[in-house]
């Protein structure tokens, strides 16, 4: 057990004068044999953040020498607490390129590499995967592991597959042929997210609401360095590998008044609260300190400052109260911020006016508040509309698509914080299941659960036999067969491609091909292609390539080692704006399946047959 192993070392610290030495400690609890294995194993570590810190830090203990990393964050200062391998210094620095320093402070001797990468990224193809004896998973969101998992299997390569939210926490090895994949049951969306990505990067209006409960907390609440959410011109992370800074960014550093120099709460005090001026600094200063950090946008889209707020406001007003003139927002809430329609989605314009409203009602509000400010309250509605609007702008800046008040309030309510525990726990038994994977022993490896309370046994741990793998799982099956219930006579391509395909299915690059050979999807392989896709096959309806009920679709993605699937098409009149499409795990044409989410070519080609090949696609869809 490594918990025993670290402890023998830990207890013999101080009579081992040497690395050698301590690695005999090791030796005394895991043995010559098995050590040997754990120092010729060649180990992946994706993800460097609460949980791979720890994992980092196990494996070098426990003996494995040959280890990569792969991680795209920085540090951001509110990993600090519980990310333990990155110091203050280290802030706006490389999470993977940082911790191989650390972990070598542990055992100078170790061959770790360090990547700064998306996992994403075509060098880590399927080839790069069968490189490893085995690959640990310490990932954060759904569409990577899916990723990892699909990759390994391709590869043929053990995964240790691991995640914590809150107190609780999970950890299964995945085998080819001998365990259940990732995928092979349904798994709901993470419900909480790195604070640098809610900080710097937000991907999913998920992390748009969390940073407005983060703001609003800070702001009116009991204030704490850790909930600022504010940039900073002068962190690392504001200058890129080049040391450039986007056009402004200098501005903004010499303004001594800024956020820079100051938390976002005490610069409110100092602006007295000011609605309109938060209204700018938060979606326009602060919004041009984050593109000043170039290596943020290296391999993202890069935000929009709010511009034009005034006329915003203007317009909104007219929007929401129809020329009602009652705005000043001194006493009580407004009728803009207490009637807000709760299903609908809010233009832009309604949204901004929206905050300042609020803002200025909860600065009312802060003038009799205790010491310890305002308590974020989903069922009050100054609060809920202050984060709803601050949600939906900062959500409307990262091209993140706008929601309503109701979908805002039901995010709001189901966050769960980080635990350094759990994590430190979690990645404990990660290297026990390590340890009999390396031994051969895949009979003896468990799924184990870590629980907030006792279970039987008087544990929090409950371990379990590995399921074997689902026979209707579209990934790992003999057979992979998936079924799209769509409504056929409105869907497009574009929402096969983008919606089914990418976002729900996980998949990087599909090509899709009907039963009868024609060709609904390709992969472009230049601008020019892909502008035929985006302008001319995306509008297409899939009924204009004869796809009715029952018609079938192989689907390959070679970004996923080469990953083959079946797509069955189900015509679905239930269909709505909100749920467009569901899909199902099945075989073949076995409807009493499980449904497991709602949906809200060949590079050896000369030039000549490229050419023949762009012609023959821009005739098939004009």
Not at 68 to 90: P, S, Y
Not at 199 to 216: D, E, G, I, M, Q
Request: proline letters at 3%; aromatic letters at 6%.
């Amino acid at each position: 057990c490594v918990c025993v192993c670290v402890l023998k070392m830990s207890e013999r610290d101080n009579v081992c004068e040497s690395v050698s030495e301590r690695w005999n400690c090791t030796a005394d609890v895991l043995g010559d044999t098995l050590l040997e294995k754990i120092n010729n194993t060649k180990l992946l570590v994706v993800g460097a953040g609460g949980i791979g810190c720890e994992l980092l830090k196990n494996v070098a203990l426990v003996g494995f020498k040959h280890i990569e990393v792969i991680d795209l964050d920085t540090i951001d200062a509110t990993n600090l607490n519980r990310q333990f391998l990155f110091q203050k210094e280290h802030v706006g620095m490389s999470k993977a390129k940082v911790a191989k320093e650390s972990v070598l402070k542990y055992n100078p001797k170790l061959n770790i590499v360090a990547h700064h990468d998306n996992i994403f990224n075509e060098k880590f193809d399927l080839r790069y995967f069968e490189s490893f004896h085995l690959v640990m998973n310490a990932l954060d969101n759904l569409k990577a592991r899916n990723h990892v998992n699909r990759m390994c299997l391709a590869a043929g390569v053990p995964l240790i597959e691991s995640g914590s939210s809150g107190y609780l926490g999970q950890v299964s090895v995945i085998k080819k042929g001998v365990s259940e994949c990732y995928e092979c049951n349904p798994k709901p969306p993470p419900k909480q997210y790195p604070a640098c990505t809610i900080r710097n990067t937000p991907s999913t209006v998920v992390h748009c609401v969390v940073w407005a409960k983060f703001l609003f907390r800070h702001i009116y609440g009991d204030a704490d360095a850790e909930n600022d959410v504010a940039p900073k011109a002068d962190d690392p992370e504001a200058v890129g590998d080049e040391k450039t800074t986007a056009d402004g960014a200098d501005d903004i550093a010499k303004d001594k008044d800024d956020v820079e120099y100051l938390s976002t709460r005490h610069w409110v005090e100092a602006h007295d609260y000011n609605a309109h001026d938060l209204l700018v600094k938060l979606f326009q200063t602060d919004v041009r300190t984050l593109l000043s950090m170039n290596n943020l946008w290296t391999l993202r889209e890069k935000p929009r400052a709010l511009d034009g707020i005034d006329t915003l406001l203007k317009k909104g007003e007219l929007q929401l109260c129809g020329g009602d003139n009652n705005t000043s927002g001194t006493t009580g809430t407004t009728k803009a911020s207490s009637n807000l329609p709760s299903q609908r989605v809010l233009s832009l314009e309604e949204i901004v006016f929206t905050f300042l409203q609020s803002a200025k009602v909860l600065r009312e509000r802060m003038k009799s508040a205790d010491e310890f400010g305002l308590v974020f309250d989903k069922d009050d509605s100054d609060t809920m509309n202050f984060v709803y609007s601050a949600a939906n702008i900062r959500a409307f800046i990262f091209h993140i698509k706008n929601k309503s008040l109701f979908d805002i309030k039901s995010i709001a309510g189901n966050i769960i914080p980080a635990i350094a525990t759990t994590n430190a726990v979690v990645a404990g038994l990660i290297i026990n299941e390590a340890l009999k994977v390396i031994s051969g022993k895949f009979d003896t490896c468990k799924e184990v659960y870590v629980s907030r309370s006792v279970m039987g046994g008087n544990s929090i741990l409950s371990a379990h036999q590995l399921h074997t793998p689902n026979p209707k799982c579209y990934v790992c099956s003999s057979r992979p067969t998936c079924t799209i219930h769509i409504d056929l006579t409105k869907a497009t391509v574009q929402t096969l491609a983008e919606d089914v395909l990418k976002k729900s299915l996980s998949l990087l690059e599909p090509h899709v091909v009907l039963a009868t050979g024609k060709e609904i999807l390709y992969v472009p392989e230049d601008e020019e292609e892909k502008e035929i896709l985006e302008s001319k096959v995306y509008p297409r309806l899939l009924s204009t390539f004869d796809v009715i009920d029952g018609s079938k679709a192989s689907v390959t993605d070679d970004r996923q080692g080469s990953l083959k699937l079946v797509l069955l098409f189900r015509q679905w009149n239930e269909s709505t704006d909100d749920t467009p499409f569901k899909v199902s795990m099945t075989e073949d044409d076995d409807h009493n399946d499980k449904r497991i989410e709602n949906g809200k070519r060949s590079s050896d080609e000369d030039e000549n047959s490229n050419n023949d090949r762009k012609k023959s696609k821009e005739d098939n869809v004009m």
